[in-house]
């Protein structure tokens, strides 16, 4: 185990940083020197391995071989963060400000994780990013828009202008579901019977595509399948031939491109719309075929609108973990 003093140089401030998800939290301690923060001891937990995010926290303090508290602790938390206090929508912890102050830290901040992607998708090299559809500029100026399925469904967007962009967080993953064609008609229909309210979540997201295969084989009529019972077994089945699996993987792309449209007419994304999340990167291949933008593009009267906002993959995992340093930096550097 390291010790603390080989973290830090002599000049230098920290921070703990952390993305905190319903299947992973990861945390991270980085330190403000020069013109960057850097990323000085990371590691990732199972969220779903512990009651409490409170033992987490000081299992990482642990592990990174901590003893002195740094005086910041910015979290990226997968839910919606009012007066400083979130339950992790798809986990159930309850983190407070208050709280984090109380374990010991001068300045904290929660804040929702697609506002931290964000502000990590700005800060992203060129090697992080890879353009699906057209090689579009988007407006500099233009505000953007991130969206993403994993575990759930998040959104946020991002305001540029003069000095730091600045995020805002949505609930956009419970928006309801808008069926475009017969098929997804009757996606809905089946769902509602399950669910009652069918969220854009209900359908984008790894328990959302098992939904979708799910409807998607009782209107084909097959047999249930208990072993398609999460995103990774249907992916893997698609990619075997299996056609009630590929049709699930072709349809969620085209319901994927639909939903980002719709965020892209909501924020006025004219900078561009980013797709993050964990599934994303895994369906590279599927989103960049075709369908996903072709119904990104199919907004009626507003086409010409979309169709000039580039859409863009997220490569890297750490997007919210980056957006969360920067949050941190500024919060180091406000005292506040």
Excluded at 75 to 82: I, K, M, R
Excluded at 199 to 212: D, T
Excluded at 253 to 265: E, K, Q, T, V
């Amino acid at each position: 185990m390291q010790n603390q003093a080989q973290f830090f140089a002599a000049d230098e401030t920290h921070a703990i940083v952390g993305d905190i998800g319903g299947t992973h939290a990861r945390l991270a301690l980085t330190g403000f020197g020069g013109a960057r923060p850097r990323v000085l001891t990371e590691r990732i937990y199972d969220s779903r391995g512990e009651p409490h995010f409170s033992a987490v926290l000081s299992r990482f303090l642990k592990d990174a071989g901590i003893a002195e508290k740094p005086p910041v602790i910015v979290l990226a938390v997968a839910g919606p963060v009012v007066d400083g206090h979130v339950t992790l929508t798809n986990l159930g912890w309850h983190l407070k400000e208050r709280d984090l102050a109380d374990f010991g830290f001068r300045r904290c901040r929660l804040m929702n994780d697609f506002a931290a992607l964000a502000v990590g998708v700005t800060a992203l090299p060129a090697d992080g990013l890879a353009r699906i559809g057209p090689d579009l500029p988007g407006r500099t100026d233009g505000a953007l828009a991130v969206v993403g399925a994993g575990t759930g469904f998040g959104a946020a967007g991002v305001l540029r202008g003069e000095g730091a962009p600045r995020p805002f967080a949505s609930e956009g993953g419970h928006i309801s579901f808008a069926p475009i064609d017969d098929v997804e008609i009757e996606v809905l229909r089946i769902l509602q019977k399950k669910f009652g309210h069918v969220s854009i979540e209900r359908v984008l997201s790894g328990p959302g595509m098992v939904n979708l295969h799910a409807a998607l084989a009782q209107l084909r009529g097959d047999a249930p399948n208990d072993g398609m019972n999460d995103a990774a077994a249907i992916a893997k089945a698609a990619e075997e031939g299996d056609k009630t699996a590929h049709e699930t993987v072709e349809r969620f792309c085209m319901i994927y491109g639909s939903a980002a449209g719709d965020f892209a007419l909501a924020y006025g994304a004219t900078g561009g719309v980013f797709l993050a999340g964990g599934i994303a990167p895994k369906m590279r291949r599927h989103l960049e075929a075709g369908g996903f933008r072709a119904r990104f593009e199919a907004k009626g009267r507003l086409s010409h609108f979309v169709k000039a906002v580039p859409t863009t993959l997220v490569l890297r995992d750490d997007a919210a973990l980056l957006g969360a340093t920067e949050v941190a930096k500024r919060l180091n550097a406000s005292g506040t």
